[in-house]
């Protein structure tokens, strides 16, 4: 028996993640983990669930399984918000004004700088010595 689910992808910085939305009981699960124990800093269970509040969805009506590789706390925080909010367009064609208003369709392009030759990083100069 299979169980219908929508999916998004979503990526920022290096992290990956791959989040499904199902109908169910309101469990959201990161990496076989729950929500609060994946991401316990305060501020990114309420971005990550920006778009749900965005389109006026109800949490409890949905279960949410979200698999996240790479990157940092930071970076997967953003890629499953993106993720969701892709998994909630293909929910409902409806909440893509909501979501593109909201500025949560839009993946953020920023990514690391390459070094450059004679430098320490991408633009950290070695210290300078008069003698």
């Not at 699960?29 to 305060?42: H, K, S």
């Not at 367009?89 to 208003?101: A, H, M, P, Y």
């Amino acid at each position: 028996m299979s169980v219908q689910y929508f999916e998004g992808v979503g990526r920022r910085k290096e992290s990956t993640s791959r989040v499904r939305l199902m109908s169910g009981t309101g469990v959201f699960t990161v990496n076989e983990r729950p929500l609060e124990d994946y991401f316990p800093r305060t501020g990114d269970i309420d971005a990550i669930l920006s778009p749900m509040g965005a389109t006026g969805q109800d949490r409890q009506s949905y279960d949410i399984t979200a698999t996240v590789n790479g990157g940092g706390i930071s970076g997967q925080t953003d890629s499953v918000k993106l993720g969701l909010a892709r998994a909630l367009v293909k929910l409902n064609g409806d909440n893509t004004t909501l979501l593109r208003k909201a500025g949560l369709l839009t993946r953020d392009p920023r990514i690391k700088e390459r070094k450059k030759p004679g430098l320490k990083r991408a633009r950290k100069a070695p210290t300078y010595t008069k003698r």
